[in-house]
């Protein structure tokens, strides 16, 4: 019992709480400074101890080749240094979405490490350090969810802009309510008049526009964006 209990991380070596301006600053960068692979974030535009020009630690990540995938309010882009910072940011080969709004605050490094705010009536700034855990994976998920939502922005000849992505046209429609009667490919090609492998090629580009895996799970976006009607 007791190998097995020291085996099981305690409670204080899964989430730690960071205090003061320097320190959650000092951890916001050694998270970017010790990340492999990725980075995801949720930003707004009130920075809690780090703004986004002095966040040297993300150029740094970036020149080893850790991918970032970021979430700004739109806000952000209202702020004196907004257009610059995303503008370096996209300049960087990041990758940059857009919301009206985030749920909070949050920096995850390689799915292994999270940093979101506490929010608390006194004026000194805390935060919350999650080591791999399910809280973890939640925070994960929110991050995913965001994204998902998310519109890209595109670096351009005019500066930052927003790219709404490409809506299913009437032919994808028609394929999508079929698919969704319980017709084969095959059937759905031949009752449009339609080849096959456009039908599997649309049907795949539909499932690359709403981030999904499976044609189950189009078929519950396609009800939840209203692409088809519901059948009572």
Not at 131 to 149: I, T, Y
Not at 204 to 227: F, N, P, S
Request: with cysteine; glycine share 8%; hydrophobic share 45%.
């Amino acid at each position: 019992e007791y190998r097995a209990a020291a085996a099981e991380p305690a409670v204080h070596d899964l989430v730690e709480v960071v205090t003061g301006a320097g320190a959650v600053a000092q951890r916001f960068l050694q998270l970017q400074l010790g990340a492999s692979a990725e980075v995801c974030a949720l930003v707004t535009d009130k920075p809690v101890a780090v703004t986004g020009m002095e966040n040297d630690a993300e150029e740094q990540a970036t020149g080893r080749g850790v991918r970032y995938r970021v979430v700004v309010e739109r806000s952000v882009l209202d702020l004196p240094t907004g257009i610059t910072e995303l503008t370096a940011a996209l300049g960087r080969d990041e990758q940059v979405r857009v919301v009206d709004r985030v749920p909070t605050k949050l920096i995850v490094a390689d799915r292994a490490l999270a940093l979101v705010p506490l929010t608390a009536r006194s004026s000194e700034p805390a935060a919350l350090v999650v080591h791999a855990s399910g809280l973890l994976e939640l925070l994960c998920g929110l991050f995913e969810a965001v994204w998902r939502d998310a519109l890209p922005l595109r670096l351009g000849v005019s500066g930052v802009t927003e790219q709404a992505p490409d809506g299913p046209d009437g032919t994808d429609l028609e394929i999508l309510s079929l698919l969704l009667a319980g017709l084969t490919d095959a059937s759905v090609a031949k009752q449009l008049d339609l080849g096959l492998r456009t039908v599997q090629r649309r049907v795949k580009r539909l499932m690359e526009l709403t981030g999904v895996t499976t044609r189950l799970q189009l078929g519950w976006h396609a009800y939840e964006r209203d692409w088809v009607a519901r059948k009572h």
